[in-house]
């Protein structure tokens, strides 16, 4: 079974430019998170979809995050226009149906977003 | 406060000594899960264990054992007969009940080396 892939695994992007992320979750799983880390700090919840809804979206940090998953497959988060501090790692993760509560949840490898 | 704290930023050890990192965490919440993750060189997060606060016996896996004692708030991970192997990034994360997201409130991580 395929786990949580991410793409791309690596970005270098200039201020003001604009970067999308990909996360394809495990086949069949309706919960997809998105998660970031910032400089060696902790790693923080940004929202979670079940299927193409968004459940909990408190932890993006401000408009210029968007984040879409059409279909209930794979999802999209974009950064537009990127700042320095979106510099970090983003990771995805995918869990089970949302009837059995806090299952473990599945991480992808992260995206490093470099904005210089 | 939801909030995980691992006061180890960083922990080097010989082969085969056993370590302990540390977790201490805050909840208002009567039930809640809490996890460990590990985060090797390539990136992605592993599973460990997921634990209920009802469930307070303390686990042993392989090398692996977890203390969970709710009277102090802590969900302490040991190695036994550390191995090079185990050398990579640990996570402790909280999942409070009540949270409709089942989201993840990690802690910043402990960085563990081991030396042969």
């Known amino acids: 079974e395929a786990g949580v892939t991410q793409f791309p695994s690596h970005s270098v992007i200039e201020k003001g430019q604009t970067v999308t992320l990909r996360c394809d979750p495990i086949?069949?799983?309706?919960?997809l998170y998105w998660y970031r880390r910032v400089m060696g700090k902790e790693i923080k919840f940004l929202l979670h979809f079940v299927k193409e809804s968004k459940q909990d979206e408190s932890g993006m940090p401000n408009n210029r995050f968007l984040a879409e998953r059409t279909g209930g497959t794979y999802s999209t988060l974009k950064v537009q226009p990127a700042e320095l501090e979106d510099s970090g790692v983003y990771f995805c993760?995918?869990?089970?149906?949302?009837?059995?509560?806090?299952?473990?949840?599945?991480f992808g490898p992260g995206t490093r977003l470099t904005v210089l | 406060a939801q909030k995980v704290t691992q006061a180890q930023t960083e922990i080097s050890v010989v082969e085969k000594e056993d370590v302990t990192l540390d977790c201490v965490y805050e909840?208002?919440?009567?039930?809640?899960?809490l996890f460990w993750y590990k985060q090797p060189p390539s990136g992605e997060l592993v599973f460990l264990i997921r634990r209920n606060s009802f469930d307070e016996q303390n686990e042993i896996s392989g090398r692996y054992s977890w203390n969970f004692q709710k009277s102090t708030s802590s969900f302490n991970f040991t190695i036994t007969a550390s191995q090079v192997v185990d050398s990579a990034v640990y996570f402790c994360?909280?999942?409070?009940?009540?949270?409709?997201?089942?989201?993840?409130?990690f802690g910043s991580g402990t960085r563990l080396l081991v030396r042969p």
């Open positions: 086949s069949g799983h309706d919960n």
């Open positions: 909840t208002r919440d009567t039930t809640y899960y």
């Open positions: 993760a995918s869990s089970q149906d949302r009837d059995t509560p806090h299952n473990e949840q599945f």
């Open positions: 994360a909280l999942s409070p009940f009540m949270d409709s997201s089942y989201k993840l409130i």
